[in-house]
């Protein structure tokens, strides 16, 4: 079965770090475009990162640019979203996004989430 575990979230004072992952199974995880979406309560869903099959990432949202840091590790099927510097603001649900890189499949698989809280 297809899964995509995120991991890694939980209560964190400004200025502190945190480091999700998310874990994936079921799928080819080498041909798909691996993503980091948030949500935070009162706000539509923002595309936080974005990582090639290759490792070529950007960072989508303006407000995370220079603090957060996306990566993979085919080997391990798994992505990475590096959080430094984080402020109030960034507290929300982030979850992971899987989705077909080639023209000769489609899919697009989300995880459950994993909570951060940013808060003195």
């Known amino acids: 079965q297809v899964q995509l575990v995120e991991s890694g979230g939980g209560l964190v004072q400004p200025g502190g770090s945190l480091r999700l992952s998310c874990a994936a199974s079921g799928f080819t995880f080498s041909r798909s475009t691996m993503s980091w979406y948030r949500q935070a309560p009162g706000k539509e869903r923002e595309l936080v990162a974005s990582s090639s099959t290759v490792g070529v990432t950007i960072t989508a949202a303006d407000s995370v640019k220079g603090r957060f840091t996306m990566s993979r590790d085919n080997a391990k099927n798994t992505v990475y979203l590096q959080m430094n510097s984080l402020k109030p603001e960034d507290t929300a649900v982030y979850i992971c996004?899987?989705?077909?890189?080639?023209?000769?499949?489609?899919?697009?698989?989300w995880g459950q989430g994993t909570q951060v809280t940013v808060s003195s």
């Open positions: 996004n899987a989705r077909s890189a080639y023209w000769n499949d489609a899919y697009n698989y």
